[in-house]
């Protein structure tokens, strides 16, 4: 099971082929987020992921991801990956402890506008209880998920000294 989320999780992120997704390191895991880095062109890349509590509609993988790209001075990136091709410019609601975020859809994926946004989200699921995704399919379905942040603070400590700022 593990081995396939690190698999499925690199492909989401990049693309990353079934032989080169043999080389992530997983980190740790905590509560039901793990915590992962590989090598992207020479460089660390860092990242945690957890699956929803329950999908109640058939679909592919579904996803919450932080990810660190310190060549890039990229930090705490969020993005989603909803499992099914969201309704073309709409956007995906997160809510963190009551806290809304609009964030912009392509395909299956979802991403906050920037980085300061990422900030403040990692901030409040640092501090939080609960975070949940609504979304509309290109099909017209709306689903809602719920991903467990029991672990978060430890997976995302786990991620930030692998891949720390310079």
């Known amino acids: 099971m593990r081995k396939l989320l690190v698999t ?3 492909i989401l992120l990049g ?5 080169e997704a043999q080389e992530v390191k997983v980190l ?3 509560g039901k987020w793990i915590a992962q880095t590989y090598q992207e ?6 990242f945690m992921s957890v699956k929803p509590e329950a999908v109640t509609k058939a679909r592919g993988d579904v996803l919450f991801m932080v990810t ?5 001075q990229s930090w705490d990136v969020i993005s989603i ?3 099914y091709q969201y309704q073309p410019d709409s956007d995906a609601a997160l809510t ?10 392509n395909g299956e994926r979802a991403w906050a506008r920037d980085g300061a946004t990422d900030a403040t989200i990692v901030d409040l699921m640092i501090k939080g209880n609960n975070a949940s995704v609504r979304g509309t399919s290109n ?4 689903t809602t998920d719920v991903f467990p942040l029991a672990g978060f603070t430890a997976a995302h400590k786990s991620i930030s000294e692998s891949c720390k700022k310079s």
């Open 8 to 10: 499925a999780a690199l």
């Open 15 to 19: 693309g990353v082929s079934g032989a």
């Open 28 to 30: 740790g895991t905590f």
């Open 41 to 46: 062109n020479g460089q660390p890349v860092c």
């Open 68 to 72: 660190h790209r310190p060549s890039e």
């Open 81 to 83: 990956v909803a499992g």
């Open 96 to 105: 963190v402890n009551g806290n809304r975020f609009n964030l912009f859809t």
């Open 139 to 142: 099909r017209g379905t709306v």
